[in-house]
């Protein structure tokens, strides 16, 4: 089993950048293929980015493709999402998630992610 921990979530302006951090402890990150979802109000989770046990592949949702970057430090046991010209539609909770069924890729559904973090609030000002 693994525990997450999200940190580094806050309010920027449209335009700006933020960086989300996903702590891990228990079994080591290397057993889990990981991901960052996120649920805006009123709205359902949805998928932002994916990365495999090893670091590549990489997978981004749309709206988030060429702003955003995941990666993962498996020596420290920890995964990250680089947030760059945020818009008010990025706002939301954002959830790190860990797969441990997933070998050599990534899920772009939050129905195979078995642990989840508690979540981390970005909020982007227009």
């Known amino acids: 089993q693994v525990h997450l921990v999200e940190s580094g979530g806050g309010l920027v302006q449209t335009g700006g950048s933020l960086g989300l951090s996903c702590a891990t402890s228990g079994r080591p990150l290397t057993n889990y293929a990981v991901g960052w979802f996120r649920q805006a109000p009123g709205k359902e989770r949805e998928f932002v980015a994916a990365?495999?046990?090893?670091?590549?592949?990489?997978y981004y949702a749309d709206s988030v493709k060429g702003r955003f970057t995941i990666s993962r430090d498996n020596a420290n046991n920890m995964f990250y999402l680089q947030m760059s010209s945020l818009e008010p539609e990025d706002t939301a909770v954002y959830y790190c998630?860990?797969?441990?069924?997933?070998?050599?890729?990534?899920?772009?559904?939050?129905?195979?992610?078995?642990?989840w973090g508690q979540g981390t609030q970005v909020t982007v000002s227009s």
């Open positions: 998630a860990a797969d441990r069924r997933t070998y050599y890729s990534a899920s772009t559904y939050s129905r195979d992610y078995e642990f």
């Open positions: 990365i495999s046990r090893g670091g590549s592949p990489t």
